[in-house]
């Protein structure tokens, strides 16, 4: 596999090609998800969760996921290591260009930031300081306790518009890619129609462009319960390889998210 940049992720959307991004945390899995051809690899602040064991993603800090992204950078050789922002280190533009810069020297390639309207200056700056945006709008975890829990959104006509708009509008500011999350299908099928840069879904159908799953999930290692728009890859196939394999295949294929996996 060449190695997977943003004009990469462009192409493959122009194409009608579907892509495959998997959170990584350590050099060893990055490895092996480079080694299958998963051409995103994100180092989520689900490590709070997954790794720490918290509650939610809050408690996870820069120096978590430059330390993170250090180790998974080590792996991938080809993939695109994208970096989470973690909880109020992108309050300001300032502190988002200060903080985007330690994650850039930690090894990403780009960072991800959550949310709308209000962040498009700062996205903006960004990208003009040659740090790689992309965008997540959805269920954004860091703000589980405004939506009071971690619940579906976007079906409401107003919230789904609003929700375009903003897809549209960080595109706009310069954002190369755009995360998606937990929304109806439908909706997360006009996102991707409404926006020319590459969007990847997680519990957002099958009609992005690419599919993201975090990687506790994907093997069926998660503490507590495995979310409905997930899938255990690895009790179908008893191999790790080859259960990456398969996730691969069945996004390529439009196999997977299927209806199950999927909110209407």
């Known amino acids: 596999m060449a190695k997977i940049t943003t004009a990469s992720l462009l192409k493959m959307k122009q194409q009608g090609n579907k892509f ?10 990055a490895s092996a998800f480079d080694a299958q051809g998963i051409e995103v690899l994100l180092i989520g602040d689900s490590l709070g969760m997954v790794l720490q064991g918290q509650d939610d993603t809050l408690p996870v800090t820069v120096a978590d996921i430059a330390y993170h ?17 973690p909880f109020m280190s992108y309050a300001t533009t300032e502190l988002a260009m200060t903080n985007a810069a330690e994650l850039m020297r930690a090894g990403a390639s780009m960072v ?10 700062t ?9 790689p945006v992309c965008g997540h709008l959805g269920l954004t975890p860091q703000s589980v306790h405004l939506f009071g829990g971690f619940k579906i959104q976007g079906r409401q006509a107003e919230q789904a518009q609003a929700m375009i708009k903003d897809a549209q509008a960080l595109e706009q500011a310069g954002a190369q890619l755009l995360v998606i999350e937990c929304v109806p299908a439908s909706l997360a099928k006009a996102i991707t129609e409404a926006v020319s ?7 957002a159908g099958k009609d992005t462009d690419g599919q993201i799953l975090v990687m506790h999930d994907l093997l069926g290692i998660s503490t ?37 996996h999927t909110f209407n």
């Open 197 to 203: 840069i590459p969007v990847i879904g997680i519990g």
């Open 112 to 121: 991800k930031l959550e949310g709308g309207q209000w962040l498009l200056e």
């Open 224 to 260: 507590g319960y495995i979310p409905k728009f997930s899938k255990n890859f690895l009790a179908e196939t008893g191999d790790i390889h080859l259960a990456i394999q398969r996730y691969k295949a069945q996004v390529a294929a439009q196999e997977f998210p299927a209806d199950e």
């Open 123 to 131: 996205v903006s700056a960004l990208t003009q300081r040659g740090i």
């Open 69 to 85: 992204t250090r180790s998974v950078r080590k792996g991938a050789k080809n993939a695109l290591v994208m970096a989470d922002m």
């Open 20 to 29: 495959s991004a998997l959170t990584a945390y350590d050099a060893s899995f």
